[in-house]
């Protein structure tokens, strides 16, 4: 809680007390800048507080050019500037100086060795308020205006700029609820159709349905032409989860687009062909966790418990085939609801990406989730809230 009067005025205001807010709050307020941070919730940083679990992978080990390049060619581009200035490196820094000590984890995850959200977002607070930026809750905007006029539930305020740090659509539990698009539409923004990424995906089949709770660590998860991760994935009650379906998941907002999974990577297919066909049980051929294994050859009609010398070799290819190149029917993902992050928003050509400067309006800044850039899970996104929201800092 932040409780007190509005201020009439601020040098700068910032809408949205996330991680790019936060941060940028306190970059600005220790350049002098007499900051007044807006967050509708009852507390700051909701978003961090839920994140991993609770437990909050702050940002990734990954530098340079393999940093930019898991946020694709445009928002890698777009980025650059920012995350040289504050990349992973930093920001570990950053949190330790405030009292949060970081660990790599795997698949080059950096936590908070508390494993507490809590502690990420309480040091973002911390930073700003001891830089002297004033920061109220339970304000939420009402309407942005030119000039600029920022009108709250709790009164107006007056400011020659404003950093708009709302976040997107996904999780609108945590109070993003898509409420910055129109703003900044009205301010003459484009606005690419926000979808919901890093988010599961929906399979109606029965036997996968069967499968809840089993993970496969290291499956190879693609979409041709589009996306192609390494990561675990996850069977759920309703159909698909884990990083590999919810990194791939965006595409299947934005058109018809066609599942891939390779169960086995490491496993070369002649390798499985020819254990498949020597098996005694046919099942136990499988290096995968015994349901899933049984819930494969049921689900191309082999018997689990068959030897491969008894079985058709068109069932031992179709069973090959669907532990190498399984394409489940995916009827769609389950929406913002449980989405991680947004896919679209503000058009990144309208953007300076070394200020976060609006190219449209000037004196308007714009960091974070609200913009057209996203990363895959693991840290990728705070990490460019972050970079954004301190680029706008040093900026406004």
């Known amino acids: 809680m932040c409780p007190g009067p509005l201020p009439e005025s601020a040098d700068v205001v910032i809408l949205g007390a996330g991680a790019a807010g936060l941060w940028a709050a306190g970059t600005a307020a220790a350049r002098g800048k007499k900051v007044l941070l807006l967050e509708k919730n009852p507390r700051v940083g909701v978003k961090i507080l839920a994140s991993g679990g609770t437990h909050c992978n702050v940002t990734t080990t990954l530098e340079g050019r393999a940093l930019q390049e898991a ?19 930093d920001v570990r820094h950053e949190l330790e100086t405030l009292g949060v000590p970081t660990e790599e984890g795997e698949w080059e995850k950096v936590w908070p060795k508390s494993r507490k959200a809590s502690d990420v977002a309480h040091a973002l607070l911390r930073r700003a308020l001891d830089a002297g930026a004033t920061v109220r809750t339970d304000a ?23 950093l708009v740090t709302v976040g997107g659509k996904s999780y609108p539990k ?43 660590p290291g499956a190879r998860v693609w979409v041709k032409k589009r996306a192609d991760r390494r990561r675990p994935l996850l069977f759920t009650h309703t159909g698909l989860s884990g990083p590999g ?18 169960f086995l990577p490491d496993m070369s297919e002649e390798e499985l062909r020819t254990a498949i066909a020597q098996a005694k049980r046919i099942a136990k051929a499988l290096p995968l966790p015994a349901r899933l294994a049984e819930g494969l050859c049921e ?62 309006v000037k004196g308007l800044f714009v960091a974070g989730e609200i913009l057209d850039v996203d990363g895959p899970i693991g840290g990728f996104n705070f990490q460019s809230a972050f970079s954004t929201g301190h680029a706008a800092g040093l900026a406004v």
């Open 299 to 360: 689900g191309v009609g082999v018997r689990g418990d068959q030897p491969g010398t008894e079985t058709r070799k068109a069932l031992r290819h179709a069973l090959l085939m669907a532990v190498k190149r399984w394409t489940p029917p995916v009827s769609g993902t389950r929406g913002f609801d449980h989405a991680e992050v947004t896919a679209g928003g503000v058009a990144l050509p309208e953007v300076d990406p070394s200020t976060m400067e609006s190219r449209i």
């Open 245 to 262: 379906a919810m990194d791939v998941s965006r595409w299947f907002e934005l058109g018809p687009a066609e599942l891939h999974v390779d």
């Open 174 to 216: 945590s109070g993003t609820t898509g409420d910055g698009y129109a703003w900044l539409e009205e301010l003459g923004h484009t606005i690419v159709r926000p979808v919901p990424a890093l988010v599961p995906l929906v399979v109606e089949l029965p036997w996968v349905r069967a499968l809840a709770g089993i993970t496969v």
């Open 71 to 89: 946020y694709g060619r445009d928002g890698g581009r777009f980025l650059a500037p920012s995350l040289r200035r504050l990349g992973p490196h």
């Open 140 to 162: 939420a905007v009402l309407d942005l205006r030119p000039g600029f006029l920022v009108r709250t539930a709790r009164g107006d305020v007056h400011s020659q700029k404003v």
